[in-house]
C-alpha cells in the first residue's frame, strides 16, 4: 500500500491557476500509475486525469483537457496536477490516487481501479 497527501488546494478566482501535488510514501513510487479524481458536493466521484508509471502517457477527462495538466517527478515521489482556467464547475474536493502496474505505459480512468487513495484537498473557484 502507497500511502498518498495532497496539498495546494485553496480559493481561487476564475480564470486563476493552482497546482496540486500528491506526494506519496510507502513504496515504489514508479511501480504506480497515478490518476487524479474530483467529487463536487452532491456528486459522485469522477475521473479528471491519469499518467502512466513513466509519465510518457497520460489521460484527461473532456472536460478538463487543454485546461489541466497531469505531471510527477519519480525522484521527488511526487504527482502533480497543473489547473488553468479555472471555473467554479472546477469546485471540488480533489483526490489523488494510485494503481499498482506492471506496464510503464498504462494509465486507468475508473476510480475501481485504483487502490490507493489521498484524503482529498478542497479547490473553490470563485465567480
Known amino acids: 500500500q502507497v500511502q498518498l497527501v495532497e496539498s495546494g488546494g485553496g480559493l481561487v478566482q476564475a480564470g486563476g491557476s493552482l497546482r496540486l501535488s500528491c506526494a506519496a510514501s510507502?513504496?515504489?513510487?514508479?511501480?504506480?500509475?497515478m490518476g487524479w479524481f474530483l467529487q463536487a458536493p452532491g456528486k459522485e466521484r469522477e475521473f479528471v486525469a491519469a499518467?502512466?508509471?513513466?509519465?510518457?502517457?497520460?489521460f484527461y477527462a473532456d472536460s478538463v483537457k487543454g485546461r489541466f495538466s497531469i505531471s510527477r517527478d519519480n525522484a521527488k515521489n511526487t504527482a502533480y496536477l497543473q489547473m488553468n482556467s479555472l471555473t467554479p464547475d472546477d469546485t471540488a474536493v480533489y483526490y489523488c490516487?494510485?494503481?499498482?502496474?506492471?506496464?510503464?505505459?498504462?494509465?486507468?480512468?475508473?476510480?475501481?481501479?485504483?487502490?490507493?487513495w489521498g484524503q482529498g484537498t478542497q479547490v473553490t473557484v470563485s465567480s
Open positions: 499518467i502512466s508509471r513513466s509519465g510518457g502517457s497520460a
Open positions: 510507502g513504496r515504489t513510487f514508479s511501480n504506480y500509475v
Open positions: 490516487a494510485a494503481r499498482l502496474s506492471i506496464r510503464s505505459n498504462d494509465y486507468y480512468t475508473s476510480e475501481n481501479e485504483y487502490r490507493d
